[in-house]
């Protein structure tokens, strides 16, 4: 059986990694519609974590939507060092464009992709087009993976397909591009990777098939992964197994999906 909305949906990196990891789990997340909050598990550490990442992207927001500054006696010390040390790498000024939460669609050539960045900086001067993206998590960065990871692959095209028509006067100008990862925990490590037209006409192509090859599958070809670590590690391992998963590890992407930003009371943070 053939699954029509398959042609209807916008696929975005955490779904591409999800079928990569499990093509069963992406059945069931994005067909079947069977999805569980990020803490459901009931996991306190990992409630924490989502808490925590909640609060300082919202942070982040709220800063760089008007370079406003928050009245930190409502959040806790941490959260206050993570946003000087936020101000402190990427300061507010009036007169390059900020645009925190930024979505970005791409509906062309049989590709359909969604991204939401944490902040798209444009550097007028310069007409550079500048991704960020907020990690709060433990890990440090590993600089080869993130230039290969599908986060970076699917954020920097959707940019150059779609974004830089309106933010570069030379829309083929790629070489204006990059993608900065930075983490409040180690404010002094960041990981910048930059975009060409190499790597655009590389990634399309690379894109183009994963989508028509998860287009191309029947309901029944979503397999389960051989890989038992991941299935640990799944929130849909009660419905595989009967067994609960062991701990659920939370994406970013499931963060941002969980939080109605208009109506957060600030008092909360």
């Given at each position: 059986m053939k699954m029509n909305n398959l042609d209807k949906l916008y696929f975005s990196q955490l779904s591409l990694t999800v079928y990569d990891n499990c093509p069963l789990k992406?059945?069931?997340?994005?067909?079947?519609?069977?999805?569980?909050?990020?803490?459901?598990?009931?996991?306190?550490?990992?409630?924490?974590?989502?808490?925590?990442?909640?609060?300082?992207?919202?942070?982040?927001?709220?800063?760089?939507?008007?370079?406003?500054?928050?009245?930190?006696?409502?959040?806790?010390?941490?959260?206050?060092?993570?946003?000087?040390?936020?101000?402190n790498f990427r300061p507010y000024n009036n007169t390059d464009k900020f645009s925190p939460e930024h979505e970005l669609r791409v509906n062309k050539d049989n590709i359909k992709l969604v991204a939401k960045y944490d902040l798209l900086y444009i550097d007028k001067e310069n007409e550079n087009l500048i991704i960020y993206d907020w990690k709060t998590n433990n890990k440090k960065f590993d600089n080869k993976k993130l230039k290969e990871n599908l986060q970076t692959r699917v954020y920097l095209y959707i940019l150059a397909e779609a974004g830089s028509f309106y933010y570069l006067e030379d829309e083929s100008s790629f070489d204006k591009m990059s993608i900065i990862y930075w983490n409040p925990r180690y404010p002094k490590q960041s990981v910048k990777i930059n975009y060409n037209q190499e790597k655009f006409a590389a990634d399309k192509r690379f894109l183009k098939n994963k989508i028509k090859e998860i287009r191309n599958l029947n309901y029944v070809d979503f397999k389960k992964t051989s890989n038992e670590k991941i299935c640990k590690f799944c929130e849909y391992r009660p419905i595989c197994f009967g067994k609960k998963a062991k701990e659920v590890e939370v994406e970013k992407d499931d963060i941002n999906l969980e939080i109605d930003w208009d109506n957060i009371d600030p008092m909360s943070l």
């Open positions: 992406f059945r069931r997340r994005y067909l079947d519609g069977l999805y569980w909050p990020a803490d459901w598990s009931g996991n306190i550490s990992q409630k924490q974590l989502v808490e925590k990442g909640r609060k300082f992207h919202l942070l982040a927001q709220r800063y760089y939507d008007r370079g406003e500054s928050i009245d930190t006696n409502y959040i806790s010390e941490e959260l206050r060092g993570w946003f000087a040390e936020l101000k």
